[in-house]
């Protein structure tokens, strides 16, 4: 804390001009923001979080607004208006109007059960319970009652409900520990302490007494989405204290380890720094819609290309022809020839309109929707321990599961379960540890500190411990008792630790388990139980860690005097530190390689013994050091080398971090899919690297590209940069190398930010990742992993997934193509604000594999013959114009035209769109390669799209003319060419449907037997005599059709074409087959058992050997200065060895 004696009236000089006034309501009250519709006023905000994107006033504009962006509503909407006018109405107006509000409504509903859904999740967090501070003392309120300067009090395991200053707490020096995992992904603890003035003013008295009078200003920044910076001052009594991050409980943090705390509020809702990182809710859209809107853009441009040419045909019919027949001549009247033509330009539009049906976006919402109830349906993706089934949260973006192209992942609570687990260790040469899947646990009952969850099974270890056989053991147990900086917190009669190590944690509760009880500590000691035995010992030093240093040593008085230099740290920086000659050091190298072969985390323990008079001449330096004005940092840095020297090994520690199950063999079958995985996350690179080993991220022999080395090829003057690999050696150039390469890349949030600045670095950084195997981002804050992503979207073309299961996921989640939430447990934001939501990350493979694959291609294969049998039935409008003096006639019965699409071609081809797969799930499963057809879009794209929209004008042209020919020179009138014509088209799609369907089954059938049943009688009644005579102008093709189907011409007419209709695709299959000879149908009906397999042969194994620390500082600062620690441990039985050394040192760790 520092301290400015300089009264002060504000902090706008200083560039804060964010007020906050404690307990001053009539002050705050009126500045609170409000909004209405569209406009917004007011200063502070509140604290209700809103996800939701409607309010009951904004539904309807506001939906409708988002609807008719699509270019065929729109469209459609234009239709129904020009239908509206009777001039030009060549089809009844009810045709296109009862299907657009059908789709209008469909999709409105759906978007609306989906905010309703956002609105209950922003409930359940709005009315959370928390104390707020009164005139009448504290009183229970919920979240959304939270404002700008009221004091908050917060009990232990409450998830703090704005940001907050910290005033005091319970615990000594007013230090409190608070949990980020729903901020920023780490599970350790972090502390925070109050200014020095406000723990020594408010915690003499009672706490509602002292605080109600309390009147401080805080001048801050504005509101800002810098998790890990706060910049303020807090007046009070004339006095002016700065404020800084280390003061702040920010908004999602649990608060651990402390009884009670008290806060300021500074920010809330919508300015708090999670929700500033939580990105705005944006409608997204699929690539297949954004290409299916540039065809209706296409089509509705040619039908007006044509329309417009027919229009010319008919004002030129008019002006020559229509003259020299009388008929004609007094059928148009006094109209001029350009007039009938502007007439029937719009009547053409209307005719031609069916090429492009709304019926086609109603049957995509139904194929949607069913989608996404397969998903939630899919009992492979169900997890029975928590009862929690996978769940599609919207239903637009099923397709593009089959297209994903880049996996960004968080890494904490999504790949991993936040656990350490203690599972192997390297002792005087010796390895101990069974890992195998029938190892007995340990009988530890004659451990009375014992919790359990010790996975370590090697009774060896136990037995040589217990009988005392082994010195060398009880050393290194020894130090990893001593050396950390865990805090213990007694409950049930035994020792709970916290660190700020996830590794120090796994290594202190491993050695309490084998009986080095680590008990408590003060400022200047250390408690211990050794086999039933107390034991103090003095601490004189603490080497804190640092990335840089990547290790940390304590130096102790043990009991019987001897001064000891413990230290453990990556392998590289302890071996280089050992004496010469050092013993074990080969069967130690040896067992880091075995360890490495699992996967398994490793840290190097040794220690030394140190003289009094090394000891008496080092501390004197030590203490000038620590009081240095100037280069205090490497001057410390110094000493701490000149300690860390002539270490003798003490052993191995070899550490598995726990990762979900199916992790490993999920991004195995990704990466053969050709997906580029990302990791995104909040931890330190070590970290990252070991967890991206263990769940075959990276390969044991992939060269990792990060620092300087990756800046510099970044920053190469070529235009293009390309990885390639020759033998053993790794070389990077700027040529362009087709060759795959085994190497990843890493890089941290400073790097990052630099990427994101420079647009020429940030697309060769993402053209480099696409010729790696993967890519580590490291440090990342939660904005950091939203420009991340963003980032891939600008310079690469794929689509692109983001995973994770926290707060600070959100904005990734929003960001990307395809958001996923995992039911994790860091909190529901993330599955909040997910487009899916899977109860475990395993549940991915099956997600894009199977149901993202058979998704696309059914949506593929769907939109394919719609288009086809829309477009070959509305061009014969064309065709017929030749024939009927361009007047705008339709060729078929107004009826027809209606039910086409709904009823006598409908049901077909939904079965199409929801039950087709050409590959089992299995299949899909054991090969996944074949999922790349959907990154490449091969089934979707303008190519084969041009190819079906040629079929179709091929089609509608043999659908005319063959009939046309047929029956020009016979009897037969117009009515019973319509009904060949119409029955033609009918028997050509379904012929063509049966034909693309591969998976066929009792729905198949009975919709396509359903649909021509229900054409031919619809057809029979809809000519009925008496419909007829009661409505002459809606029905005038009566008896028409009972003459058709009786007269044998027309059935043989109908035959002919449809064989000729259907015999370019007939002829494309019968060459794949005769050609290609394919062996998919083998692939089909495979049902072996599935053996996931990697496609690489492991190579020379790359060590993973360092903490997992946080990037926030560690409790080496605390433990040295005894702030937040008890004066003296809790008593306990036993012998007790009493420490005879004298306190006569200071004790100085590295900040």
Known sequence: MTKDHTPSTGGTAHGMTWQVRANCQYFHEPLVRKSFLCFRWGRYADNIVRSYKYSPLTFLPHNLYEQFQRAANFFFLLIVVMQSVPAIATLPWYITMLPLLTVLTMRGVKDLIAD?????????????????????????????????????????????????????????????????????????????????????????????????????????????????????????????????????????????????????????????KILRNCGKLTVKKTQVERFLNKVVVTIVLSVLMVTLLLAVGSGLFEHLVSPRIEVLSGISGSFSAAYRGFLNFWGYIILLSPAMPISLYITFEVIHIVHCLLIGWDLEMYWEERNLPARARTTCLNEELGQVGHLLSDKTGTLTQNRLLFRQCCIAGRIYGDVGENSKPLDLSWNRFSCGGLLFSDHRLTDRLRQRRCPESREFLTALALCHTVMSEWRDGVPRYQAASPDEEALVSAARELGWVFLSRTRDSLTLNELGFTRCYHLLALLDFTSKRRRMSVLVRNPEGELKLYCKGADVVIQQRLQKDSPHQESTEQALEVFAQRCLRTLCVAGRSVSETQWTEWSHVLSKAAIATTSRESLLEQLYEQMEKDLMMLGVTAIEDRLQEGVPETISSLRRAGVKVWVLTGDKTETAVNVGYACKLVDPDTYLLQGKELRQLLQSPSSEVCFHKKRRSHIWSTDKVSQMSKAALVVDGFELVELIKTPEEGARFVSLSNQCQSVLCCRVTPGQKADVVQLVRKYSSSITMAIGDGANDVNMIKTAHIGVGVCGVEGGQAVQNADFVLPQFSFLRRLLLVHGRWSYRRICSFLHYFLYKTTSFALVHIWYSLYNGFSAQPMYESWFIALYTIMYTSLPVKCLGIFEQDMSCESSLRWPEVYSAGQRNDLLNPLSLGVTLFYSVYTSIILFFIPMAVFRDSELDYQTLAITVQTSAVFSVTVEIILQTKFWTKYSFGAVALCLAVYFLSTVILHSPRLFTAFPKDYIFFGASMNAFANPVVWLTVVLTTCVAVLPSITVRALNVVLFNSNRHKIHSSKEAIELQSWFKRGAPHRRSSYAMSQGKGFGRLITSGAGLHPTAPPLDGGVTMDRSKTDSPQVSQK
């Not at 020096?173 to 980020?180: N, Q, R």
């Not at 109050?194 to 001048?219: K, R, S, Y």
């Not at 705390?261 to 500074?266: F, M, Q, S």
């Open 116 to 272: 309703l859904g956002r609105r209950r999740s922003d409930g359940k967090i709005n009315r959370r319970s928390c104390d707020i501070l009164t005139n009448q003392g504290f009183r229970i309120a919920q979240w959304k009652d939270v404002y700008v300067g009221d004091v908050l009090r917060i009990h232990k395991d409450q998830v703090i409900p704005a940001d907050l200053l910290l005033l005091c707490s319970t615990e000594p020096h007013s230090l409190c520990y608070i949990e980020t995992a729903d901020v920023d992904g780490e599970t350790n603890l972090k502390f925070r302490q109050a200014l020095d003035i406000t723990h020594a003013e408010l915690t003499c008295g009672p706490a509602d007494e002292l605080l109600l009078p309390f009147d401080g200003v805080v001048w801050c920044e504005e509101p800002n989405g810098h998790l890990y910076s706060f910049c303020g001052e807090l007046h009070w009594r004339a006095q002016c204290y700065l404020l800084d991050s280390e003061h702040m409980l920010l908004r999602g943090t649990v608060l651990r380890n402390t009884d009670t705390a008290y806060g300021l509020v500074i920010y809330t809702g919508s300015d708090t």
